[in-house]
């Protein structure tokens, strides 16, 4: 996979290129990073991105030549390693809100251009001329598109073959389709006591199907309790079954506060 980024701050990706599991994959070759700094395609002695809006109001918009140029050269780049053309990702408070399933199909894919914003925004312009998917990391704003690009592409590099030293590492996560789209169950590690709290007693057994249950009904009232909505989800796609459900209804019965 190759991932192109276009930024005015590209120190910002030495994090996700030399770090943690994201830094071996790409020492391993798995992916490969080049980023472009749209200074470096402007025609002017102050290598100017940015001027003010039109029709007035605060800050600075950024050009769209020099950002259009630097997805030229990424493109081109790209067809000179016989790469089909990627697709081009704005990161946006409006564009579609990130997710799971997005992290999986940009992996399926052979890499993304992503542009980072700054400053009160991007020219309409190149958005309409270049940009093929806007992606947003929620209700709030960023000082740039920089931090919301290097989520998307841990969320998106850990799900290549080979990221990960546990293949089943990546399915067992919050949000994966094989857990049904619920958040991922509590996890446990040495000493089996600690500060008088212990594992729970399933996770010790070495029983396999009790295990699964134990974990599966944890991540179901994790769900239910923080995330009802990924629950709505959940039945609406089918993914939960009569024991799903059975657990649930116990779990949103009363206390029984009958006195003997």
């Not at 958040?183 to 029983?207: C, F, I, K, M, Q």
Request: aromatic residues 6%.
């Amino acid at each position: 996979m190759r991932i192109d980024v276009v930024t005015l701050f590209p120190e910002m990706f030495a994090v996700v290129r030399d770090l943690g599991v994201t830094g071996r994959a790409h020492m391993q070759g798995i992916w490969a990073l080049h980023v472009w700094n749209p200074r470096d395609f402007t025609h002017d002695a102050h290598r100017t991105v940015d001027d003010r809006p039109y029709g007035g109001g605060p800050g600075m918009v950024m050009l769209a030549a020099p950002l259009e140029a630097a997805v030229a050269a990424a493109q081109e780049g790209r067809r000179a390693q016989g790469l089909e053309p990627a697709p081009v990702i704005l990161l946006s408070p409006t564009g579609r809100r990130f997710d799971q399933a997005g992290a999986g199909a940009l992996a399926a894919g052979s890499g993304a251009i992503f542009i980072c914003g700054r400053y009160e925004g991007v020219d309409q312009r190149f958005i309409e001329r270049c940009v093929t998917q806007e992606i947003s990391m929620g209700d709030f704003v960023l000082s740039g598109g920089e931090i919301a690009a290097l989520a998307v592409m841990d969320a998106t590099i850990r799900l290549l073959p080979g990221v990960l030293n546990d293949g089943d590492s990546a399915l067992q996560d919050s949000f994966h389709d094989t857990l049904s789209g619920l958040l991922d169950s509590p996890h446990y590690t040495r000493p089996e006591v600690y500060e008088g709290a212990t594992v729970p007693a399933p996770l010790l057994s070495g029983h396999h199907a009790k295990i699964a249950a134990w974990r599966r009904e944890q991540s179901l009232a994790l769900t239910y309790s923080r995330r009802p909505e990924l629950i709505a989800q959940a039945r609406a796609k089918a993914w939960l079954n009569k024991a799903d459900e059975l657990f649930l209804r116990n779990l949103s019965l009363p206390a029984d506060t009958s006195e003997d």
